[in-house]
Each structure stands twice: as structure tokens, then as C-alpha cells.
């Protein structure tokens, strides 16, 4: 089971709108997911009330999270994605250290930039994988624009490693997530679900990465 952690200090980062767009994409190719909420806000679960199906649970809070897990594993869940509130308190450290991956969304701008820098401490001192996804961005040209350019610049001054796509401000992803959607299912084929896809493609190689890697250094052992 792969546990995956959005989590940002920078409110408005799109913790909640990402992980209701990544597991919309995985529900109809039938890998079984689990949403936690576990942002006192409840974006993500307004989402999934207005969604009223079934086909993508949802559990809210952190309370007993280590139970949970073990329970979503238990019932064959492949995918687990928690959403967490902006901040660095106890809830978040316990989801990070949970975490199997985390997501850091960042808007390219300096307070976001600065922002990342604190849940990036957290996952350096956990020890735990992290990518930070550059999220709302202006779409690109002929070349990637400039406050994304700067914004990768930072984040490689810092040794941070970084999504080499981007997820670019764009109508269809907030108008289907306001149908309780994802951007695939109710704008297929759109340039906003072809990077939600890029983005749950460059997810599952990073996973196959890291269980190849534990399995050479299990052989080694």
C-alpha cells in the first residue's frame, strides 16, 4: 500500500484540490484508494459530498491514523492520499511520518518559496521521500515562464528535488472539481487532465523507484 502526503505550511498551496484530483484519476482504473481529510477546513470532503458516489471512500481527521492505515490495508486499498492543514503541528508530522511519499504543491512566488521550506525541514528530519510539485503555474509558451523558472531555481539552490512538469492554472481543473469531478472525468482529454495524468505517472515511477532500491539494498544486506 502506497501512502502519499500532501502537505504544505502555505494555505492556498492546492493540497486539498490535488489530492482530489489524483484520486478521481485513480478511481476508474480500478486501483482501490483511500482520501483521509485531515484538514480541519474539509475542502476535500466538500468535494466528495458533492461528488455522492461511492467508488472513492473517504475517512476524516487523524485520530487513531496509524489504525486507519492498517485498516485500508487490511481491505486491499493500493493508494492511501492525505490531505493535511497548513501548518506544523503534531497531525502533520504524524501523517508525514506515515507517509511513504510526501507532495509539497507550491505556487511559483516568494511567500510560497519560503513557505515550502519548513515542511521540507520536517520531511529531512523524518526522513522521509518528498517532491515538491509546482502548482497554479502560468502556462507555458515556447519556454517555461519566468516566476516558474525562478521558482525551480530556488527549490535547486536548496537540493529539493522537483517535478519536472508543472500543474498549470487552468479553468477546467476548478470547474470540474465544483461538480465534485475530476478533471478526467469531466474534461477528458483537456491539457488540465493530461498533466493531472503526467503528474500520477511521474507518482507511480517514483514508487517503482523506491521499491527497486529497497529490494537491491535488501539483497545486499
Partial sequence: MNVVVFASRKGGSGKSALTAQLGSYMAPNAR???????????????????????DL?????????????????????????????????????EAIWHADLVVIPMRPGLFDVDAVQATIQMCRELKKPYAVVINAAPARNRSEDPMVVDARGAMQALDVPTWAGQITNRPELSLSLAHGAGVNEAHSGS?????????????TRSFDAMKAMAGTQAQSA
Fill in 32 to 54: 482501490p484508494t483511500l482520501l483521509i481529510d485531515a484538514d480541519p477546513q474539509g475542502s476535500l470532503a466538500l468535494w466528495h459530498r458533492v461528488r455522492g458516489s461511492q
Fill in 57 to 93: 471512500p473517504l475517512h476524516i481527521g487523524t485520530k487513531h491514523l496509524a489504525a486507519t492505515l492498517t485498516k485500508a490495508r487490511r481491505a486491499g486499498a493500493e493508494w492511501v492520499l492525505i490531505d493535511t492543514p497548513p501548518n506544523a503541528e503534531a497531525p502533520v508530522a
Fill in 191 to 203: 491539457a488540465g487532465s493530461e498533466e493531472i495524468g503526467s503528474l500520477w505517472r511521474a507518482l
